[in-house]
């Protein structure tokens, strides 16, 4: 057993994030466990960019109020307790609704090989708001 050192908060690279997002790792997945876990927290309005994953994510809520939409769908509230599942190669982005903020664990594993996750366009404040 091992009891790891915690890791500084980071902030969300403006390449893969709209507005202020922090992450916190919780798992890195050191060999052979692939898989990667962090805490990401949003600040009311933040979002990810359109994204996908090569083996998938699962996202849990743990505070605040958010949303989610996948590509072509509809654009969705979510709230702590909830836990969303988006498929391999599925693109979609996440964040905090506009006036709250929002935390959510995210879980994903790394392929065998190749790029664990594959970054697009910002999602537009047009996208953002078309509840």
Same mark, same amino acid.
């Given at each position: 057993m091992?009891?790891?050192?915690r890791?500084?908060? =980071?902030? &969300?690279?403006?390449?893969m994030? /709209?507005?202020? @997002? ?6 890195? +997945? %050191?060999?052979p466990?692939?898989?990667?876990v ?10 990810t960019?359109?994204?996908?994953? =090569?083996? &998938?994510?699962?996202?849990?809520? /743990?505070?605040? @109020?958010?949303?989610?939409q996948?590509?072509? +769908? %509809? ?13 391999p190669?599925?693109w ?16 994903w594993?790394a ?6 996750? %594959? ?9 953002y708001?078309?509840?």
């Amino acid at each position: 057993m091992e009891i790891l050192p915690r890791q500084p908060s =980071a902030k &969300g690279p403006a390449e893969m994030f /709209t507005g202020d @997002v922090w992450f916190d790792v919780i798992a890195k +997945g %050191e060999e052979p466990s692939r898989m990667r876990v962090n805490t990401v927290r949003f600040a009311p309005g933040a979002r990810t960019a359109w994204h996908c994953h =090569a083996v &998938g994510q699962t996202l849990h809520v /743990t505070e605040g @109020v958010g949303l989610v939409q996948s590509r072509g +769908g %509809e654009v969705v509230e979510i709230h702590p307790g909830d836990t969303i599942y988006t498929p391999p190669g599925e693109w979609h982005w996440h964040g905090a609704a506009p006036d709250h903020f929002m935390t959510h664990l995210a879980m994903w594993e790394a392929p065998a090989a190749g790029q664990e996750s %594959e970054w697009g366009d910002h999602v537009t404040d047009e996208e953002y708001t078309a509840r």
